[in-house]
């Protein structure tokens, strides 16, 4: 079984800074994709960020050259760093791991990033 842990959400003002991190229990991080997701009332989640077990990345559209995903297999923790927040990065955002073997998906608990205008 594996658990996720996310930390470093929060209220910042238009323009700030966050940096999210997620935890990873078990033996499996460094074998896994991992990603970001946001969450706004009434819609689905949407993928921010992922990254993969060899360290490519991708990003939504909305974050290019604002956020920065990072993954550390020696801490088992993905980070997610956002500069330049706007309003319209408000939301829960979760982690999530994806096994590749078998193919499960695990989520985090989620953490609020409200920002301000």
């Known amino acids: 079984q594996v658990q996720l842990v996310e930390s470093g959400g929060g209220l910042v003002q238009a323009g700030g800074s966050l940096r999210l991190s997620c935890a990873a229990s078990?033996?499996?991080?460094?074998?896994?994709?991992m990603a970001w997701y946001r969450q706004v009332p009434g819609a689905q989640r949407e993928l921010v960020a992922g990254?993969?077990?060899?360290?490519?990345?991708n990003y939504a559209d909305s974050v290019k050259g604002r956020f920065t995903i990072s993954r550390d297999n020696a801490k088992n923790t993905v980070n997610l760093q956002m500069n330049s927040l706007k309003p319209e990065d408000t939301g829960v955002y979760y982690c999530?791991?994806?096994?590749?073997?078998?193919?499960?998906?695990?989520w985090g608990q989620g953490t609020q990033v409200t920002v301000s205008s």
């Open positions: 078990g033996s499996i991080f460094r074998i896994s994709a």
């Open positions: 999530r791991l994806d096994r590749p073997i078998p193919r499960i998906g695990y």
């Open positions: 990254i993969t077990s060899g360290g490519s990345t």
